[in-house]
Nanobody
């Protein structure tokens, strides 16, 4: 199995910055897409930012210009730099990875979620 593990969340004041990290472990053959998603209390999970193996990025309109997603392919890491944080950014942030993994001598697709890391922004 491929297991993403998030870190870097916390409680900050509005206007502050945080950097989230996601480390992937397991029998990884490839990571074709990485993404950050968030879920606020009483709301559905939403896409924050995604990045492909070719480093193509997409952002939610609400975070454009403030958040930056990046990846370290050699280390199987993905990051989310969050600047100018707002109270409405408060949520649990989840890392998602998609690609192929080794299963014996075979390759199988995976679509794995981390446990999430809490980001709380006070006004």
């Amino acid at each position: 199995q491929v297991q993403p593990v998030e870190s870097g969340g916390g409680l900050v004041q509005a206007g502050s910055s945080l950097r989230l990290s996601c480390a992937a472990s397991g029998a990884i053959f490839s990571i074709d897409a990485m993404g950050w998603y968030r879920q606020a209390p009483g709301k559905q999970r939403e896409t924050v930012a995604t990045i492909t193996s070719g480093s193509n990025t997409n952002y939610a309109d609400s975070v454009k210009g403030r958040f930056t997603i990046s990846r370290d392919s050699a280390e199987n890491m993905v990051y989310l730099q969050m600047n100018s944080l707002k109270p409405e950014d408060t949520a649990v942030y989840y890392c998602n990875l998609r690609g192929q993994r080794w299963s014996g001598l075979n390759l199988r697709s995976y679509d794995s979620w981390g446990q999430g890391t809490q980001v709380t922004v006070s006004s």
